[in-house]
């Protein structure tokens, strides 16, 4: 198989994690509503566990200052504070049981950033050893799948009916083959 093959099936199956919720339609609804508070709590401590014990100590580890580091995590809360308050005026500011939780809208937002970068990491590394581009894939896959698992809940408690749940978490995860996409083509032109 050539990397460009290599670099589309791992997106494509990375894609399919996402659909990893579906476990979730095989559970009575009461069932479901029980776990729903814990899997949004492991969605925001997965978030956060990253923020604080990767992305951190890598930022200072590259020359960046504690102090700038923090400030910007601060602002990084601000600023998803602020968008998440926004979209709530902008969608619910009537009384409606339909309103979907911003929250839900901020998760498939991050998600796609997430699986995007995550594309273009895999894709660089199996452009540089095909070997390395699988194990850099069965690594990201081995925390992707508790994360869609959370994201997953995070929308059914914004207000999202399973379905569309599974399906725009599955678009979401298709920017991992965006990413690796881009990589692939980035390295053509080099």
Same mark, same amino acid.
């Given at each position: 198989?050539?990397?460009?093959?290599?670099?589309?099936?791992?997106?494509? %199956?990375?894609?399919?994690?996402?659909?990893?919720?579906?476990? =979730? +339609?095989? +559970?009575? /609804?009461? =069932?479901?509503?029980?776990? +729903?508070? /814990?899997?949004?709590?492991?969605? #925001?401590?997965?978030?956060?566990?990253? #923020?604080?014990?990767?992305? +951190? /100590?890598?930022? !200072?580890?590259?020359?960046?200052? !504690?102090?700038? #580091?923090?400030?910007?995590?601060?602002?990084?809360?601000?600023?998803?504070?602020?968008?998440?308050?926004?979209?709530?005026?902008?969608? *619910?500011?009537?009384?409606?049981?339909? *309103?979907?939780?911003?929250?839900?809208? %901020?998760?498939?937002?991050?998600?796609?950033?997430?699986?995007?970068?995550?594309?273009?990491?895999?894709?660089?590394?199996?452009?540089?050893?095909?070997?390395?581009?699988?194990?850099?894939?069965?690594?990201?896959?081995?925390?992707?799948?508790?994360?869609?698992?959370?994201?997953?809940?995070?929308?059914?408690?914004?207000?999202?009916?399973?379905?569309?749940?599974? =399906?725009?978490?599955?678009?979401?995860?298709?920017?991992?083959?965006?990413?690796?996409?881009?990589?692939?083509?980035?390295? #053509?032109?080099?």
């Amino acid at each position: 198989m050539s990397t460009l093959g290599y670099i589309v099936a791992s997106g494509i %199956l990375m894609s399919v994690l996402a659909l990893v919720g579906s476990a =979730t +339609l095989l +559970l009575r /609804p009461e =069932t479901l509503e029980r776990i +729903l508070k /814990p899997l949004v709590a492991f969605a #925001a401590g997965s978030l956060l566990g990253g #923020a604080f014990f990767h992305m +951190l /100590p890598a930022a !200072t580890e590259e020359g960046l200052s !504690t102090e700038k #580091a923090s400030l910007w995590l601060m602002l990084g809360f601000t600023l998803f504070l602020a968008l998440e308050q926004f979209l709530h005026w902008h969608h *619910c500011h009537r009384a409606s049981a339909e *309103c979907k939780k911003p929250l839900a809208y %901020l998760i498939l937002l991050g998600d796609g950033l997430h699986n995007f970068l995550g594309g273009l990491g895999v894709a660089g590394v199996f452009l540089l050893d095909v070997r390395l581009g699988v194990g850099a894939w069965l690594a990201a896959a081995a925390h992707e799948v508790p994360q869609e698992l959370g994201d997953f809940g995070v929308l059914i408690h914004g207000g999202w009916k399973k379905g569309q749940a599974l =399906t725009f978490n599955f678009l979401s995860g298709l920017t991992f083959l965006a990413g690796g996409l881009v990589a692939f083509a980035a390295s #053509a032109t080099i």
